[in-house]
């Protein structure tokens, strides 16, 4: 399909579209990102550090809370990716389903896994600083409540689409399950401003002033754009994978095994 | 776009709008029994009968806490400004636990309109700052940030 519009198009693309193109061809994706993983990982090792090095030791203690309050450069970006990774995946679900992108299927299915897996690191350091903090570790507020359906929404969506053998089928079953599953997004988000929840509201906002000291803001800033790395270092490695099982007995894998083993 | 896709395109967005507003309209009428906690003002705008339980919440009002003399009874007044109830707990307040702190109390009323506490959580407001930043709004006469969160 992508050397259709290729061909349609006239031939001189702008370079992003032909780029967008091109990352739908299998063995140019493959190849592209085999090289592209080992920086992703290396920004997402050094942006880490720094953040949790800077939160860990350098920031100070909570006037109210001391150091407890540490977990949040944990808690927030995962917090944070859980919705993002899940709005990631509705939209590439939504274009897996209209244009039929086999590229967009794997890559909104291997976004599950990952976003599970923040939810639930949200909603247990979430738990572990509501201890000391509030007095408990878990209760049916609005904002709890919505993140853990967040997490079984990841694992509907994963279990469907592992529960249908032919893949192309499964992943669109499971994309359109995503991306109903949106709806739960503005409920998290919101969920804090509509309902009275024991959850405090957000510490920063985009369009008004953050109630975080500077001091305290940095480290999580940037713990926050570090987790990003992380997600696209996953997620690609985890679409390579998918994709050479699809196409185990395409010849592009054949080839690639073929000088691999030379 | 071919026809197909625009076809698919239509299809999906009509989904889309049909979940949004079912789920608009469940939200809407399940908005009484969303809400996690109660604020004195809204208990005197709507009663809830004494021996039924329900959450409480609002700032323990400065000045009102008062501990027993032997064993952990602790009796002290939730406010949210222009309504308050008096609140008994016995047991071990967490740690965030002070005057001017946002309380989560669950209990039920007793007759004479006193609310006994069979547990209390403390709400964190959104506000982060070393011990120093809270020193110098206090003492440039700002409210303590603890009371004006919520």
């Not at chain 1, 997402?44 to 001391?66: I, N």
């Not at chain 1, 896994?113 to 600083?129: D, E, K, Q, R």
Request: proline share 6%; aromatic share 10%; glycine share 8%.
């Amino acid at each position: 399909m992508n050397t259709n519009i290729a061909v349609k198009d006239k031939p001189r693309k702008n370079a992003l579209v032909m780029f967008i193109h091109k990352m739908g061809s299998p063995p140019w994706f493959y190849d592209f990102t085999g090289k592209l993983i080992p920086w992703i990982w290396l920004i997402f090792g050094v942006l880490t550090s720094w953040g949790l090095y800077l939160g860990l030791v350098k920031a100070p203690a909570d006037y109210l809370q001391g150091e407890s309050f540490r977990i949040m450069y944990i808690h927030v970006p995962s917090a944070w990716m859980s919705m993002l990774i899940y709005t990631s995946m509705a939209v590439m679900g939504f274009i897996a389903l209209v244009w039929r992108v086999r590229m967009m299927e794997i890559l909104a299915m291997s976004s599950a896994p990952v976003g599970a897996a923040f939810t639930l690191v949200a909603l247990v350091t979430g738990s572990l600083w509501g201890r000391p903090t509030w007095g408990t570790y878990w209760v049916w507020d609005a904002r709890l409540t919505s993140e853990l359906v967040l997490l079984f929404l990841y694992l509907g969506v994963m279990g469907l689409y592992s529960a249908i053998d032919e893949p192309r089928k499964a992943a669109r079953a499971a994309c359109l399950l995503a991306l109903v599953g949106a709806v739960n997004l503005p409920i998290i988000h919101y969920s804090v401003k509509w309902w009275n929840t024991l959850h405090q509201g957000s510490s920063i906002s985009l369009t008004g002033g953050s109630n975080i000291d500077p001091s305290m803001l940095w480290p999580l800033l940037i713990m926050a754009i570090a987790v990003k790395f992380y997600y696209a270092a996953n997620l690609l490695t985890r679409a390579r994978v998918r994709l050479l099982e699809q196409d185990l007995r395409k010849g592009w894998v054949q080839n690639l095994v073929r000088e691999r083993s030379k | 776009m071919t026809p197909t896709r625009k076809r698919r395109l239509i299809a999906l967005l009509l989904i889309l709008a049909g979940v949004g507003v079912a789920s608009t309209v469940a939200f809407y009428s399940l908005q009484e029994n969303m809400l996690y906690f109660q604020s004195p003002s809204d208990l005197s705008m709507q009663p809830i009968p004494p021996g039924r339980q329900f959450r409480l919440g609002g700032l323990v009002k400065p000045g009102t806490v008062t501990r027993a003399q032997d064993g952990l009874a602790t009796r002290f007044v939730v406010t949210d400004g222009p309504k308050d109830v008096t609140v008994e707990y016995v047991g071990i307040l967490p740690d965030l636990f002070r005057e001017g702190q946002g309380v989560i109390a669950r209990g039920a009323l007793d007759g004479s309109g006193l609310f006994a506490a069979s547990e209390v959580l403390a709400k964190h407001d959104e506000n982060y700052m070393p011990p120093e930043v809270a020193d110098a709004l206090e003492k440039s006469g700002h409210v303590s940030p603890t009371a004006d969160g919520g």
